[in-house]
């Protein structure tokens, strides 16, 4: 199997089942919750792929470049940037939109959660960003003890920790609201990718250095590192999404730079009189 005909098949035909249905959900007046409709949807999708091919370039040359991933030149066009070949950063593009896609169906089909229900803040942010730090440390520790059988486990981590933490820091009330849209899309997209995966792996498309990960195969094919590279991937354009969508994010926002700008402002105020004085 070709990389581009892995990414038609498992991909495409879905991106493509799932706009059809948006055109139906829209024309059966099933339009996004006033909640949900801050920005045009297309809109925000276009800015995730943008900010996942912009983030997600160098650490993935870097795989490639070591060898924690490789791929098999017969089933790929030959057209490379860097290290990696076009079809894996065709990749980036194409699996934010059908995450996405995935999640603005739910949000036509099942009812959201918008009144202002009380929340235990300790519990959402300080609860899930503590373990997460931690997590974050012990993946670091690993990379920099040079633990080969953790290396792309401690990769993935460390790469994409900090702006999941961010999100839980900013919104994690207004994700855990709308929790079955979330938590069910990251679930669903999480599991198909997972098993395209396995596919594409038994078909020798790719292929994970099993000296830089650890010996644990999920159906004695996928190792256990690629479902959390799907886990985490699924996790930031899900939480991205739902939290730039979302109206309460933009009433946050204007809040947040009113209690900072003060701050930056005295400060820069002083550094000028530092400057002057000296």
């Keep these: 199997m070709t990389y581009f005909g892995f990414l038609g098949l498992f991909v495409g035909l879905p991106i493509l089942a799932l706009l059809v249905w948006q055109w139906l959900a829209r024309r059966q007046g099933r339009s996004l919750p006033a909640a949900f409709n801050a920005w045009p949807a297309w809109l925000v999708i276009g800015l995730h792929m943008l900010v996942a091919f912009v983030y997600t370039t160098p650490w993935d040359n870097y795989l490639v470049a070591t060898g924690v991933w490789n791929y ?30 995935l999640l603005l169906t739910l949000l036509r089909y099942l009812p959201v959660n918008d009144t202002a229900t009380p929340v235990n803040q300790v519990r959402l942010r ?63 997209a999480t599991l198909y990718l997972s098993l395209a995966d396995t596919v594409a792996i038994r078909a020798g498309t790719w292929a994970i250095d099993p000296a830089q990960s650890l010996p644990v195969l999920l159906g004695n094919i996928l190792p256990i590192e690629e479902f959390v590279f799907f886990l985490i991937t699924n996790v930031l354009i899900v939480f991205g999404v739902t939290l730039v969508l979302a109206a309460e994010s933009h009433q946050r926002v204007p809040a947040a730079v009113g209690r900072w700008l003060p701050f930056l402002v005295n400060r820069k105020i002083a550094d000028q009189k530092e400057v002057t004085l000296s």
């Design 126 to 188: 300080l609860i899930p960003l503590t373990l997460l730090g931690l997590l974050w440390i012990v993946a670091a520790v690993i990379l920099l003890a040079g633990w080969r059988p953790g290396t792309y486990l401690g990769l993935e981590l460390v790469w994409a920790l900090p702006p999941i933490m961010f999100q839980i820091f900013f919104g994690a009330d207004i994700l855990w609201k709308q929790r079955r849209h979330v938590f069910g899309t990251i679930a669903v």
């Design 72 to 101: 098999d030149p017969a089933l790929v066009t030959g057209i490379v940037f860097g290290w990696v070949p076009i079809e894996e950063y065709t990749f980036f593009l194409v699996q934010p939109i059908m995450t996405s896609l």
